[in-house]
């Protein structure tokens, strides 16, 4: 059900009509009440600040009011009906309100249909073929059913799961690269211990490693990500997870022709908390916090955000780690003892004692970076599996270096490219895509 929006406005700054919910309300029955199919609308405020006041104007043929109303700094408009216009005082300021066309459909009207199982299944597929982004979800095991499937329409997970509902999971991801997982184990590695700080019942290493790589041959898929969870599991809507009889484990093959982002990026210093270091170094799925940072970096017009630990060192992006180059020519990372310890980063510093051999840089540094020293370095770049090493050439309108991707950034970008195309046995596991499986159940 779609809803109109609110535009509001404070002093000198319009925000978007898509900015906002709004809700109705409606004059008859007394209650707030959300209408759909709108086909249009457009608002138009003049650009100084709003007082306190209020409007109100009937829609020609319509039970449903306009109301405007205003606290300091912020005006909250609605309106149903055909085609109208309406002008008003909101204290000294002009308020021009336009609604091109919408359509209505009274709540009370409406019936929720109670559907079969074929219906749901039905619909559910009907959803899914309207997906358009660029992802392609190409299998998925859980636990819950016991098996794989290859059809999106039921890759689906219980609402009762703790997960859900309550963010009782751990989770984690590996790539796949031209048929190979690359840094499996490390992944599982992390994964595990993360399920035992979140006191969720850890499964064996090799059996999870046994269903990850048959759901990878299942989906055919040779380029993307393997992403996996490991769950309270589902049981109840309590707090305690103790009325769940087991966890739930469950992955996805996420296939995805495009490269990461190579282009060099801006950054900015997150004013969004950071978890506190006992869940920044688990990998759960409260990822609340870094999901705000990611888009207060973007409303900036940056990449991301960097945060800062409570001892105002550098500490981590949302879902990537930082590195710099001083200028001794130092490799340096923040220290892993308050952040997660990414296994990208962890494999770049296994491969850049090669840098050291033939001179690119004089030594590697991992330890407390102040941000002064952060932002006067020659060379800042975020590591990742989702960024690989992407070069940042501005923080907080600060250059870095010389404005432009340093020479250290592009060579671990392309150590990294070689070991994750012909790296060794125990980093890179192929994947038996020719191999049926003979548990498999039509």
Not at 122 to 143: L, P, V
């Amino acid at each position: 059900m779609a809803q109109i929006h609110v535009v509001a406005m404070g002093s000198q700054q319009h925000v978007s009509r898509d900015s906002l919910p709004i809700l109705f309300l409606h004059k008859t029955i007394g209650k707030i009440c959300t209408h759909k199919n709108i086909s249009g609308i457009k608002t138009v405020l003049s650009q100084s600040p709003l007082s306190g006041g209020s409007i109100r104007v009937r829609a020609p043929n319509s039970n449903l009011f306009m109301v405007a109303s205003s606290r300091r700094d912020q005006v909250l408009l609605a309106v149903h009906g055909q085609k109208t216009e309406a002008t008003g005082a909101v204290g000294d300021n002009e308020l021009k309100h336009e609604v091109l066309t919408m359509q209505d459909q009274d709540d009370a009207e409406l019936t929720i249909p109670v559907l079969s199982l074929p219906k749901v299944i039905e619909n559910m597929q009907e959803n899914t073929g309207k997906r358009t982004g660029k992802q392609s979800y190409r299998a998925m095991y859980s636990s819950i059913f016991g098996g794989i499937t290859i059809d999106p329409t039921l890759m689906v997970i219980p609402i009762d799961d703790h997960m859900v509902h309550r963010g009782h999971g751990v989770f984690d991801t590996a790539l796949i690269i031209n048929g190979y997982l690359y840094e499996l184990d490390a992944h599982l590695d992390r994964f595990l211990r993360s399920a035992s700080m979140a006191k969720i019942s850890p499964l064996n290493h090799s059996y999870l490693r046994s269903i990850l790589v048959q759901t990878v041959a299942a989906s055919q898929c040779k380029q993307g990500a393997l992403r996996y969870w490991l769950t309270a599991g589902p049981g109840d809507f309590s707090l305690s997870s103790s009325g769940c009889p087991t966890s739930a484990f469950y992955a996805v093959v996420i296939e995805e022709q495009s490269s990461p982002h190579r282009q060099a990026v801006n950054v900015v210093t997150s004013s969004i908390p950071m978890k506190p270091p006992e869940f920044a170094v688990m990998k759960n799925v409260n990822y609340l916090p870094n999901a705000l940072s990611k888009l207060e970096a973007e409303e900036k017009g940056a990449f991301a955000g960097i945060w800062l630990d409570n001892e105002g060192f550098i500490a981590e992006g949302p879902n990537m780690n930082v590195a710099f180059v001083n200028t001794n020519k130092e490799l340096l990372m923040p220290s892993f003892e308050k952040i997660l310890s990414g296994c990208t980063a962890k494999r770049l510093l296994a491969l850049a004692p090669r840098l050291l051999e033939e001179g690119l840089i004089k030594g590697i540094r991992v330890g407390n970076i102040k941000v002064e020293e952060g932002k006067e370095a020659e060379e800042m770049m975020l590591i990742g599996s989702g960024v690989y090493v992407l070069p940042v050439v501005m923080w907080d309108e600060h250059p870095i270096g010389n404005g432009k991707e340093g020479p250290v950034t592009l060579a671990l970008l392309n150590l990294l490219l070689e070991d994750m195309k012909a790296g060794p046995a125990n980093i890179r596991i192929p994947v038996p895509y020719g191999v049926e499986n003979s548990q498999s159940v039509k």
